[in-house]
């Protein structure tokens, strides 16, 4: 997801210096020059340095309040602190986290507006409870708009939590009234029961309405079997008949039901292609337009079935399209005749978003191989 936003910032002619940290700051006539880990120099007439935040707690230290691992303010669900006459809320709390209740800590103003009308409450003798956050968020980049809200795929494989993973790329209304945008929603939720973990979306227009019913559907404790069901609002300039939140949700519960079986784009970097067959089933103008992954067959998905025969049984079959529709019905076409297969989920834009991060996998895995 972050790949398609760094194409973006590409576009609008910012250069990118990934994995390259900075080290030094100096002054040369009245420029800023900026030495990086790489040992390379930049000169500069401003640094915005963002490397996070730290919680401003030294009236909780002084008031002997019990703070949390990193230095944020303890608090119970009425917001009260160790010391129960004291109220705190805000960036320098500690709180649960909405999905898991593990303790975060969330510095977004809407989060911090509830806690204040909780701790009214309480204060004034009112039972409120403050249940959590999904640190949903959004944020426009150029004239893209990234959001997300819930678990991200990092803290779940750090708390080790078992999670399936889809990718589906949707127009954001009809794709015959002007003015259609494709969005990435990538959703995140449990394996079995398909209760939903969290979401990230990347797109134009549209991308908040959709990331605000995902955090709704978390908040009422949804799956993706209810995604798939969701009544929205629909018209051709704000939607499709299937909405892309549906769309989400109809990709999710075929995986669960055993209709849909997936890689994700990581899995490539350690593909055995003796055993594994890449197919891009676009046509031909959509791949001298924007090219294929290295090592597939170019067979058209109207083609399939007559290339059918040829096939080998003992190899495992990778269907892929544009966005995953196509390489949906690759699938079943090839299950149903008896073959093993397993679609590209999210495809190959999904692909040309982590097509960076797949090089630089692929890299150290073969300097590993050779060590």
């Known amino acids: 997801m972050a790949g398609l936003v760094h194409a973006h910032l590409r576009e609008q002619g910012v250069t990118l210096k990934l994995k390259e940290g900075v080290m030094s700051f100096a002054h040369n006539q009245g420029r800023i020059v900026v030495t990086t880990s790489r040992n390379s ?15 401003e707690n030294r009236l909780a230290q002084e008031a002997g309040l019990e703070l949390c691992e990193h230095g944020h303010i303890r608090i119970t669900p009425a917001m009260a602190t160790s010391d129960p006459d004291i109220f705190a809320i805000g960036d320098a709390v500690c709180v649960r986290d909405f999905v898991f209740g593990f303790p975060v800590n969330t510095a977004l ?16 003798g009112r ?24 678990m991200n795929e990092k803290s779940l494989r750090q ?31 449990s394996p079995g029961t398909g209760r939903i973990l969290g979401a990230q979306i990347v797109g134009g227009s549209g991308v908040d309405k959709r990331i605000d ?21 629909y018209a051709p300039p704000y939607s499709s008949a299937k909405d892309p939140v549906n769309i989400a949700g109809f990709v999710a519960a075929n995986m669960i039901r055993g ?10 970097v350690s593909l055995d292609m003796n055993h594994h067959v890449l197919i891009d ?33 003992a190899k495992t079959y990778v269907p892929f399209c544009a966005a995953g529709l196509r390489g949906y019905i690759a699938h079943r076409i090839l299950v149903q005749n008896g073959f093993r297969s397993k679609n590209l989920s999210g495809g190959y834009k999904t692909y040309l978003g982590a097509q960076d991060k797949i090089m630089e996998e692929s890299a150290s895995t073969k300097l590993w191989l050779s060590e």
């Not at 209709?259 to 490539?268: C, I, Q, R, V």
Request: aromatic residues 6%; proline residues 5%.
């Open 41 to 55: 120099t930049l000169e500069c007439d401003l640094v915005v340095i963002s490397v996070g935040i730290r919680p």
């Open 109 to 124: 103003a809407g989060p911090a507006n509830k806690q204040g009308r909780i701790a009214a409450d309480n204060a004034l």
């Open 127 to 150: 039972r409120s409870v403050f249940r959590g956050t999904l640190g949903t968020s959004v944020v426009k980049v150029f004239d893209l708009t990234v959001a997300g809200t819930g």
């Open 159 to 189: 708390k080790s939590i078992p999670y399936l993973v889809s990718y589906t790329h949707s127009g954001s209304h009809a794709s015959y009234y002007p003015g259609s945008e494709i969005m990435s929603i990538k959703l995140l939720f």
């Open 213 to 233: 019913v995902i955090a709704t559907s978390i908040h009422a404790q949804m799956s993706v079997f209810h995604l798939e069901e969701l009544e929205l609002a």
């Open 259 to 268: 209709d849909l079986e997936t890689l994700n784009w990581h899995d490539l």
């Open 281 to 313: 089933l676009r046509n031909p103008d959509e791949l001298e337009l924007s090219g294929t992954i290295p090592g597939s067959l170019h067979i058209p998905l109207h083609e399939l079935r007559t290339h059918l025969p040829r096939f080998d049984r």
